[in-house]
């Protein structure tokens, strides 16, 4: 029998056949499969695909055939698709046959399996496309439960218990153990000696369903790299004549201007920039989908971020890692930037932004840039660090974008990073780290919030070499720095409000009711308390993305829309360009804070990536929104602001994150109500 399963919300009942597949080839070390080629995957899901029809006499199958017996539906959406399909075939074909023609299909059954697993609560979903067991499952392990079918009792006990043992296995099991040897990965999930290799092979051979889908997957696996070289497509070149006559160019609009060349040469084109290397381009839904599930197979951000993280001192730090490495990392300070973590702290935030805001004065005009990044690290400061840095943040933030453009833009020579203003500039980052240690004693943090400087340094204390002392100068002055980013977005969404009126009294109104009693705090500090702000910021995050692209450099050969894509690489992955595509987002120059509603919801779909992709998707993404949609709220609540010049057309600057251009100033035009004191 199948594993049964039993939650809170799901009736007990057993999992498929590629559902057990995926739940041994599941990693918890990285948080997905083990390395399985992606050709071999997907031969190995559509076998279990084809054993499971036939375990439940949908089809028949031998060594020679595979013919349907029964094309009633199962009711499963994995399933069913690929019974139709069959059942439509006049031609009896055999099961090496429909491996090979059905593997295009496996992406999409993986992710229907991996979401009935997060369902059913055996599998968590992490942001960043990472998996490990539900904290129920592991719970039930850890403390001993004997509650039947959690996920580990499949893994380790049931199809341990058939290797180990001489126990005659179900038909079931030796189906699963032939597809997970023919993926050739027993020996990174148990101990294998030489009689248990003898015992794998045995069990293969003991059911003639197992060896005739096991048989077609290993015939199947060397298919595609024979095929490589014959689909592979020239990748499309643009004249730079269009990249400079591109209206968008000029306006610093990097995301539209990727739309545009993407729309007339299609998701994979390469640009070469005078005085620059070669860079080969990913853009719109379809190849932000690829780089979400499949970028970890073939992508590597060490390569373009080496070089800037060494002039903090540091290797190894969280944009720089890849793999298990990257994914432990990610695990451990997820909790320091949590939407949790700041609800709980919402009194502070509150009282810090009412601070800053305290000093503004009506009829005064104020440069929007430094008015919003300042805004945003008086409350970052205190809550992530538990220091103040207002009077250092400024040269914190011009050593940063002066190392991003020598290091990662390649656009200034490196001795711009040396010169005495820049070396001064750089001392802030020392006196940052005096000013954290200071404070990050014993006795001072006792009773205190936990803060993720208390994160980092914990895990520098448990784990120095995972954690040196060397990556805290980057890992804290990081945190700070986050204050360009969250604070150029504020900047964008407060640009958007003032621009128009309508949708600032609708914010107006929503910030009378979030106030209405007061402070919220702790559960009632959350994004359902603030619909319109929070899909208001939904669309200023599409429409104004502050990092529209990402670079990593290709590790293996990756063949993406039929374009070969070799070794050693650069790719600017433009994840935010389909924010510009009318097939994403109908007539997208138009700000429509309705996308976000039923039955529209546009941003559920690859195209709308503000946060990145994949597994270096933004940590923090959760508490950005949080912050910005209370800090949008108060300035609604207590003033009303103007955009100067009344004329004042908006343009990006572009480099090195995009922000809105430093000629953009914000009048204060009326306090609507007094500041508590």
């Known amino acids: 029998m199948g594993l049964a399963v039993a939650t809170e919300n799901v009736s007990t009942q057993a999992l498929t056949l590629p559902e057990e597949l995926i739940l041994m080839l599941l990693n918890e070390e990285n948080g997905y499969f083990h390395q399985v080629p992606g050709w071999r995957l997907h031969c190995a899901v559509i076998g279990a695909v084809l054993a499971e029809l036939s375990l439940l006499t949908r089809i028949d199958t031998d060594m020679e055939s595979l013919f349907l017996v029964d094309a009633t539906e199962t009711g499963d959406p994995a399933l069913d698709p690929i019974l139709e399909e069959i059942a439509g075939e006049r031609v009896q074909r055999n099961a090496q046959y ?31 496309e990472f998996w490990t067991l539900a904290r129920r499952v592991w719970q039930t392990e850890l403390y001993g439960d004997t509650e039947e079918g959690t996920a580990r009792q499949f893994i380790r006990t049931r199809i341990g218990k058939v290797i180990f043992t001489e126990e005659i296995p179900d038909p079931r ?12 990965v027993f020996r990174f999930i148990f101990q294998l000696d030489d009689e248990a290799h003898e015992r794998i092979e045995l069990i293969c051979r003991m059911d003639l369903i197992g060896r005739s889908i096991a048989a077609a997957v290993v015939t199947n ?27 968008h160019l000029r306006s610093g609009n990097l995301p539209a201007l990727v739309a545009d060349l993407a729309r007339e040469y299609g998701p994979v084109f390469e640009l070469r920039p005078p005085f620059s290397q070669p860079m080969i381009f990913l853009a719109g839904p379809r190849t932000n989908r690829r780089v979400n599930r499949h970028g970890r197979r073939y992508l590597r951000a060490r390569d373009y971020f080496a070089d800037f993280e060494k002039v903090y001192g540091a290797s190894g730090v969280l944009p720089s890692l890849d793999g298990a490495d990257h994914f432990r990392l990610r695990k451990s300070m997820a909790p320091g930037v949590s939407r949790a973590r700041l609800a709980g702290q919402g009194d502070q935030l509150f009282r810090q932004a009412r601070a800053y805001m305290a000093d503004w004065t009506v009829g005064d005009t104020y440069p929007a840039r ?60 020392e006196t940052l780290l005096e ?59 407060l640009y958007a409000m003032a621009s128009q009126p309508e949708l600032y009294a609708r914010i107006r109104d929503e910030a009378g009711v979030f106030f209405e009693d007061g402070e919220p705090g ?8 603030m ?72 941003h559920r779909s690859p195209g709308y990536a503000p946060y990145g992709l994949g597994t270096h998707r933004c940590l923090g993404s959760r508490w950005m929104g949080l912050q910005l949609g209370v800090n949008l709220l108060l300035v609604a609540h207590y003033f009303t602001i103007e955009v100067s010049p009344a004329n004042y057309k908006f343009r990006f600057s572009p480099f090195p994150s995009m922000k809105p251009s430093k000629d953009l100033k914000f009048r204060i035009a009326e306090q609507v109500r007094e500041l508590p004191s």
């Open 98 to 128: 429909w491996i090979e023609h059905l593997a295009h299909r496996a992406e999409s059954i993986i992710d229907l399996t991996l979401d009935r697993l997060v369902e059913l609560k055996i599998l968590q979903h992490h942001d960043g």
């Open 173 to 184: 099991d030796i189906i699963i153990i032939c597809l997970v040897n023919s993926c050739d």
């Open 221 to 247: 696996l060397g298919g595609p790299v024979v095929q490589r070289s014959r689909l592979a497509k020239q990748i499309p070149r643009v004249p730079l004549r269009k990249l400079l006559l591109n209206p």
């Open 370 to 429: 430094r008015l919003c990044r300042r805004m945003i690290n008086s409350q970052i400061s205190p809550l992530m660090l538990s220091v103040d840095s207002q009077d250092i943040i400024d040269d914190l933030i011009v050593f940063k974008e002066r190392a991003l453009n020598v290091h990662i833009l390649n656009g200034l020579p490196k001795f711009m990073l040396k010169t005495p203003g820049m070396k001064r500039r750089a001392q802030a980052v």
């Open 435 to 493: 000013r954290v240690y200071s404070v990050h004693t014993p006795a001072q943090r006792a009773g205190c919030p936990r803060s993720l400087a208390d994160d980092w340094l914990s895990l520098h204390a448990s784990d120095p070499q995972f954690v040196p002392e060397s990556n805290l100068r980057f890992a804290l002055s990081a945190a700070l720095v986050a204050s360009v980013y969250l604070g150029d977005a504020f900047n964008c969404a």
């Open 522 to 529: 702790g559960d009632d500090l959350n994004l359902s308390a």
């Open 531 to 602: 619909d319109v702000t929070n899909r208001f910021i939904k669309e200023c995050l599409r429409m104004y993305p502050i990092v529209p692209m990402s670079m990593r450099n290709v590790m293996n050969t990756w063949v993406v829309e039929n374009y070969e894509i070799p070794i050693g690489t650069r790719v600017a992955i433009a994840q935010t360009a389909s924010h510009f595509m009318d097939d994403v987002f109908p007539d997208p120059f138009t700000f429509d804070i309705d996308r976000y509603k039923d039955p529209r919801n546009e």
